[in-house]
């Protein structure tokens, strides 16, 4: 994980917003994130050892929430080229896959946001 890009956050600072385009992969060293909807209420939040940022993977990948800091983070940021790569390096079906449940992911997001 060390060859990934440590981004550090304060508190309640905007990682993405609803709609961004979806370039990075996030993985939480230290801190929690809040996903929130378009109204920034808090729907889910993600700390230590967890991820964030999965559209990253889908080709023209737009986010579906807003992320945000809940205290002080600290992330290894992945660029979405780097994480496909990564991916494909182990089988190219761990890309169809994660595409397809990634998707699934986005419908549920949106309903949630509705």
Do not use: W
């Amino acid at each position: 994980m060390s060859e990934f890009e440590s981004q550090t956050y304060a508190d309640g600072e905007t990682i993405f917003s609803i709609g961004d385009l979806a370039e990075h992969l996030y993985f939480i060293e230290n801190g929690k994130v809040d996903l929130v909807n378009a109204q920034s209420k808090v729907f889910a939040s993600a700390s230590a050892g967890q991820s964030f940022g999965e559209a990253a993977i889908l080709q023209g990948g737009v986010r579906s929430a807003g992320a945000r800091a809940n205290g002080d983070v600290n992330c290894r940021r992945i660029a979405a080229a780097d994480a496909a790569e990564l991916l494909l390096s182990h089988s190219p079906l761990l890309i169809v896959i994660l595409e397809a449940l990634l998707l699934q992911q986005s419908m549920h997001n949106t309903l949630r946001n509705s």
